[in-house]
């Protein structure tokens, strides 16, 4: 376990810095102590705080609380783990390594004929995908140890899970493959994520409304966003380097904002003075980041199967803050997006260019587009509005 906690720490600092990594331990100590107490269904983290836990774990938990059911989190080294199979009908697994306390946790559940489901959001669970990756390239070596067979592997493998859930129908056509019942669970925004989004929009109507200036007077730069979030997506970024050029040489005016642990060393240096790079920030300030944006960017490597088994979660952050993307073609992005009508989805750097230079032209076909993508995401992609029923009638008749 230390090992494991040591290259992630290490990582941590490297990418967003001392303090970062110092409130995550935190958060992770306080999942260890915080008690699980009682419920219907049980989540099991490997308890590093991110996207993946919020979004499958905290978010997934409210959903399920808004339809009638108990729940509750904890991290894999819970110390009072094994009293919670008398305490839950339902535990689902996300991310958690096959360590000791796990294996014995799983034989006591399976003893009480109680259900597991094993739940993911990406192919970190096979070791063939994770070592063709630059991230898994890239690490430090107790990092490596960490990821080297895979996570979850051995839960996914077991006779007794026939249940999986899942965020997109790419990794669900995966899951498949190996015999299990699969449940696509979208990632969703939580409720707080839209009063969040809520007030900056508001924020910013009454700023515009107070500008009684000319648009001559007002700064008319038109920025375009980029929120990578981690290393491995420079890959992605780089698939889009020179569409970017062509944008950036043809219009003046655009400058680009990017934020997350990204490399940029490249012919983008050309550019340098108008690219801004933003550091790791918390939630609600990641939000006001992607709403002083014009256009949201979402680049991925197509083909790649781990590119191609993200979620639409880059469309929706944006949306919800009423900025409009242009994505990559992947089969995920073109699900969630209606392409020239809520969004733009790209697979080419000549429909690169084409799009994002559609958005910079034309104001108004960004609000526009801004305010569709918003109102899809509010009624798709919120936790409030969520409907998935063969899910709820599965867990329902499973609780004891």
Not at 41 to 69: K, N, P, T, W
Not at 173 to 199: G, M, R, T, W
Request: net charge neutral; hydrophobic share 40%.
């Amino acid at each position: 376990m230390f090992n494991r906690y040591l290259g992630k720490i290490v990582s941590i600092i490297s990418q967003e810095g001392f303090f970062t990594a110092v409130k995550k331990l935190f958060l992770v100590a306080w999942n260890m102590l915080c008690p699980a107490g009682s419920g219907d269904v049980l989540f099991i983290s490997s308890g590093m705080v991110g996207d993946s836990s919020r979004y499958r774990v905290r978010h997934v938990a409210e959903e399920l609380q808004l339809h009638g059911f108990k729940c509750a989190s904890v991290v894999q080294e819970y110390p009072m783990l094994m009293s919670c199979v008398d305490n839950f009908s339902i535990f689902v697994f996300h991310k958690v390594s096959n360590i000791p306390q796990i294996q014995k946790f799983i034989e006591k559940i399976k003893e009480k004929d109680k259900e597991i489901i094993f739940e993911t959001d990406d192919l970190l669970f096979d070791s063939q995908y994770i070592q063709q990756q630059d991230f898994f390239k890239n690490a430090n070596p107790l990092e490596k140890r960490f990821f080297e067979n895979g996570i979850g592997g051995e839960i996914l493998a077991d006779p007794y899970v026939k249940t999986c859930t899942t965020s997109t129908s790419f990794l669900a056509d995966k899951l498949k493959e190996h015999s299990k019942q699969v449940f696509i669970v979208p990632n969703k925004l939580s409720k707080k994520d839209i009063e969040i989004a809520n007030v900056i929009l508001s924020k910013r109507e009454r700023v515009e409304e107070s500008r009684e200036i000319s648009r001559q007077a007002r700064n008319d730069m038109i920025k375009i966003g980029y929120f990578s979030g981690t290393h491995s997506h420079n890959k992605d970024f780089a698939s889009i380097t020179t569409a970017l050029m062509q944008i950036m040489e043809k219009y003046p005016q655009v400058e680009l904002f990017l934020a997350g642990p990204l490399d940029i060393e490249s012919e983008l240096n050309k550019f340098s003075g108008r690219i801004k790079q933003l550091a790791y920030v918390p939630r609600e300030k990641h939000f006001e980041n992607i709403a002083s944006v014009d256009i949201n960017i979402a680049p991925l490597e197509i083909g790649n199967p781990f590119c191609e088994s993200r979620s639409e979660l880059k469309f929706f952050e944006a949306a919800i803050v009423g900025v409009p993307t242009v994505a990559s073609a992947t089969k995920t992005f073109q699900e969630a997006i209606a392409d020239g009508a809520d969004g733009f989805v790209a697979s080419g750097e000549g429909e690169w260019f084409e799009k994002i230079e559609k958005f910079v032209a034309d104001e108004k076909l960004r609000k526009d587009m801004g305010e569709k993508a918003r109102r899809k995401a509010i009624e798709k992609y919120s936790v409030e509005n969520s409907n998935n029923v063969e899910y709820y009638k599965y867990l329902k008749s499973k609780i004891k």
